[in-house]
């Protein structure tokens, strides 16, 4: 059964493709402002910041980059102070966006494909990758951290979001060492008597590979790291924990280095799919004492995003043995760009959409199955950061406006894990709809006791809204926070009581 809000759409398609292209225009603008343009109630109880990062550059100093992977980080900060709000935003000040800016043209080449001046002669054996803090934002011990996966994080300024600089979070990180965006944060850590605890990784990449585990306190010390050699390349762009285990999805992905050493591809162009190989799931226990790392295969198509994971472990073999369930958005591969076309000109229909599947591992018995349980176009998943590594109901992502096809994302849906229940919030046909952010309600019991935070393009305004979400009933909008422009399509983001 789905519920959903029903919107007209135009003919059969639920968007039109100028209206979903303007919402990949540049935002060169700095913006620092009170909102006044509200629609509804913002919940006085509401009071924190989202902090969003995503491409604010889809062009250097007026030439287009080739995928929107590749624009500079810009983060937004929405403030809700007792029912009112605040908008600013700022690019992360990196080294590459401040000598181009200077410049006044491509100084570097991108990894999904931007290329500098001057062909082949301008881009060949020029090895240096632009960390250009794209892809996720989130405060933790006491630092605002923009991240990109294949480099250091940079640190801003929680308040003003100026940049500071590269951080090595105090020691934790050398030079040249990556950090990825997606840190995860298990609410309850059974190494650190049940205190919170990020855990994050860096991967190493060439013929073979390494792994680093990170788990960092509060307080941003670290807790626990170690490293792993992997046999291979891996492309792994995000991961999953429980209580006891990090697993990481190693796609079925092989390298051909020399377009990027040519100059004739970026670097993550050059990654191959290899549809006949299964996924190895590897998976790293926590606990300091036990390190034994175990692989399984499955096959699962191209995997960049998780939902969660829980474990369900047998006091010593009970029947069916200990079991990991992981919740993956499943490509059939990961999708090649044609260097031929412009990213906005990609054809939706001639694209495999993701779908959400179900894995379930068991350790006893080293098997993999797995089932789709949500055959809907989707990206972007959210839960209630108590339920992180814990068995959970409650699933949220960005999604498209028809059940079926591949499209541009313009809803947000709700799944219940338990009843196979859904609810649709779409913004079709003339808005847009990125990752939605769980925010907890203060004195909140049930797990969906919280609000959805969505940043959405409204193509008819040519401006972004802020839309405020009710988690139990997601048709449901409480509040819409008109900005007085647009955000480029954004990646992730997090929410601090800030
Ligand atoms: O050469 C190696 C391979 C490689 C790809 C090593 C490497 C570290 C240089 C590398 C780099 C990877 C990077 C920099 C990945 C960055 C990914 C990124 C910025 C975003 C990924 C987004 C994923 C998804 C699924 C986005 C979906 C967006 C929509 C549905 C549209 O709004
Ligand atoms: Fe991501």
Redesign the pocket.
């Known amino acids: 059964k789905t519920t959903m809000v029903l919107t007209p759409t135009i003919g059969e398609k639920s968007y039109n493709r100028q209206d979903w292209q303007k919402g990949y225009q540049s935002q060169p603008n700095e913006y620092d402002y009170e909102v006044e343009d509200i629609e509804g109630q913002i919940p006085p109880d509401l009071q924190g910041t989202v902090f969003k990062n995503g491409p604010g550059l889809l062009d250097i100093a007026g030439t287009a980059i080739a995928h ?2 590749d624009g500079d980080g810009m983060i937004s900060a929405i403030s809700f102070n007792h029912g009112r709000v605040h908008y600013r935003n700022r690019f992360v000040k990196t080294e590459g966006y401040l000598k181009e800016k200077e410049a006044g043209k491509p100084l570097y080449r991108g ?2 494909g931007t290329k500098k001046p001057g062909g082949i002669f301008g881009n060949a054996f020029d090895l240096r ?1 632009k960390n250009i803090a ?2 996720n934002v989130i405060y933790w011990g006491d630092k605002l951290l923009a991240l ?3 480099a250091e994080p940079h640190r801003l300024d929680s308040k003003t979001l100026d940049t500071i600089g590269l951080d090595y979070l105090d020691g934790i990180l050398e030079k040249g060492d ?1 950090f990825a ?1 997606h840190p995860r944060i298990d609410p309850a850590c059974i190494f650190d008597n049940h205190q919170p605890c990020l855990v994050n990784f860096a ?1 190493k ?1 060439g013929l073979s590979s390494s792994i680093t585990l990170y788990e960092i306190s509060p307080t941003g010390k670290l807790l626990r790291r170690h490293t792993h050699s992997i046999p291979g390349f891996c ?1 792994i ?1 995000d991961f999953v924990i429980t209580p006891h285990y990090a697993i990481f999805f190693q796609n079925p992905v092989g ?1 051909n280095p020399f377009p ?1 050493l040519f100059g004739l591809k970026g ?2 162009e ?2 191959i799919n290899q549809p006949d190989k299964l996924t190895k799931i590897i998976i790293i226990p926590r606990d300091p004492n036990k390190r034994e790392v175990k692989v399984l295969e499955t096959p699962s198509g191209f995997v ?2 998780h939902s969660n994971a829980f474990e369900q472990l047998a006091p010593s073999y009970v029947e069916g043995g200990e079991k990991i369930y992981i919740d993956s ?1 499943c490509y059939q591969s990961l999708p090649q760009l044609d260097s031929n076309s412009s990213f906005q000109s990609v054809d939706f229909d001639s694209l495999a959409p ?1 779908h959400l599947w179900r894995f379930t591992l068991n350790l006893s018995e080293n098997t993999v199955t797995r089932e789709c349980i949500l055959e809907h176009c989707c ?2 998943p959210s839960i209630n950061p108590a339920k992180v590594g814990r068995d959970y109901r409650y699933l949220y992502i ?1 999604a498209t406006h028809h059940a079926t096809g591949n499209a ?2 313009q809803a947000i849906l709700k799944l219940d894990l338990l009843t196979g229940e859904k609810q649709l919030h779409s913004f079709a046909p003339r808005g847009f709809a ?1 990752e939605p952010i769980f925010v907890p309600k203060p004195d909140g019991i049930a797990e969906d006791d919280g609000w959805l935070l969505v940043v959405t393009y409204d193509a008819a305004n040519h401006r972004s809204n802020v839309v405020i979400l009710d988690a139990k009933d997601i048709t449901n909008s409480l509040g819409v926070i008109h900005l007085k422009h647009h955000i480029p ?1 954004g ?1 992730h983001g997090s929410w601090a009581r800030q």
Do not use: D, K, R
Request: with cysteine.
């Open positions: 929107p992977f990894v999904f990758l794209n892809t990109w996966e294949a990556a965006a991967i990449t492309f762009h390298y990027f670097a993550g050059c990654v960049f995003h958005i993701g990206e972007f960005a541009p994302l990125g399509y990646l």
